[in-house]
């Protein structure tokens, strides 16, 4: 359901959160910790300032973040939000079987050299983006990684942000 960023600003916390749940992936904590700094004067407000909790939030927080979002090519897609389950058929990725085999590959290798999952914001990449991006990213450090996956979280966001709103 779609909803006009005035509404947002105006309605009560708890429909707030409601209103935007899933636009951090299992994580409302985002949304209610920053529902206190409304009016946001642009949809981009309210992302940067967001963003800017999350980047405050400790690391196990932003760890738990992190690991709230699922694996592309996850075997369980009805398991994962609608917003997830959406951004994954769009990817592209399990038009493939052996594309599919090869992501799964990449993502088990980077969860046991990071202990998390790979994050990417895939709206507007393709299937061989993507891959070439896990590939590019699995033998960086974990703490770039993790700076890495925020940034991303917050793309993604910002993409589900503007699907929610109307314009």
Known sequence: MSVTLETLNH??????????????????????????QRPFASPDALIDTAQAHVHRADARAQLDLICAHPELGDRQLARLTPASQAEQRGAGLAEDQE???RLRA????YRRRHGFPFVIAVAGLTPETILAMIEKRLPRDSDTEITESLMQIGHIARHRLTAMLET
């Open 11 to 36: 309605m009560p916390e708890a429909q707030f959160v409601s209103q935007l749940e899933g636009l951090y992936e299992h994580s409302p904590w985002i949304v209610r910790d920053i529902a206190a």
């Open 99 to 101: 594309r599919l085999e």
């Open 106 to 109: 990449l993502n088990e290798a």
